[in-house]
């Protein structure tokens, strides 16, 4: 008879072997890497929405990714724009240098409280007639501080005719484009955070202009918007905009070092 540690050794390495035997390879793919085999007939288009390329710290970053074929051969693309958990993951990535890891959703999706998946998707026929266009906030996906950076969209929505989209999607990798984040000051943080107030107060919860509204409170990052984020939600999902509302308390960074002193006045402690 083996021993029990020799047993519990051969154990795991034919629990890694199967592990290993049905785990898509793609899964393992680095999705930023550079793609070889891109079909020509494809292209993932990025640009900054309005041409916009200085941001204030905490101001939505808002891109346009534009999916186009060049040929008559139609190609399958997954339309799906929203999912069950509140964000819609793995569409489109971000590749951003200088890299940055931090995730503003990272202790809500990795610790428990969150999950992903789930959500209705359709099929489109992605071929010359016209393309296809996704608007996102980069907001969503990283925390930038101030700095130069350089950003590419790396898509997984496109798939040969015929094919399950999720099974094994045709990576695609945009353009780059360039743009810096430089720091906010106090007084522009309060001019944003008091027109945004404005808008959620008078403004249909489902209207446009209360969707971008609450965007702002979410992203802006002041003591301020914090403390408006916190009276806003109810703490339900079900209430108008509350994804975005509790996404914007989960998504907090480090208490605001840069602008603490303003907000508390002269003399106070």
Request: proline share 8%; hydrophobic share 35%.
């Amino acid at each position: 008879m083996l021993p029990l540690g020799r047993i519990s050794a051969r154990l795991s390495y034919f629990a890694l072997a199967l592990l290993t035997l049905f785990t898509p390879s793609h899964a393992q793919d680095d999705p930023c890497a550079p793609v070889v085999d891109q079909p020509g007939d494809i292209s993932l288009q990025l640009s900054l929405k309005d041409g916009q390329t200085i941001f204030r710290q905490g101001e939505v970053i808002g891109l346009t990714v534009t999916y186009s074929s060049a040929s008559e051969k139609p190609y399958s693309l997954d339309t799906r724009s929203y999912d069950r958990s509140g964000r819609l993951s793995g569409t489109e990535v971000s590749c951003i240098d200088p890299p940055i890891e931090r995730d503003p959703l990272t202790d809500y999706f990795e610790g428990g409280v969150g999950w992903t998946g789930g959500g209705l998707s359709s099929t489109w026929e992605l071929r010359r007639q016209g393309p296809f266009v996704v608007n996102i906030e980069l907001n969503e996906w990283k925390s930038l501080s101030p700095g130069s950076y350089h950003l590419r969209i790396s898509g997984h929505r496109v798939s040969l005719p015929g094919e399950n989209p999720e099974a094994r999607p045709i990576p695609l990798q945009s353009n780059e484009v360039e743009f810096q984040v430089v720091e906010a000051s106090a007084e522009w943080q309060a001019e944003q955070l008091s027109a945004a107030m404005h808008t959620l107060d008078s403004a249909d919860p489902s209207s446009d202009e209360a969707k971008r509204a609450v965007k702002v409170l979410r992203f802006l990052g002041s003591e301020a918007s914090t403390r408006e984020l916190a009276r806003r939600y109810w703490g339900s999902n079900a209430q108008p905009l509350g994804w975005d509302l509790k996404f914007g308390l989960f998504g907090l960074s480090p208490p605001y070092p840069s602008h603490r002193k303003h907000e508390r006045g002269p003399g106070k402690r």
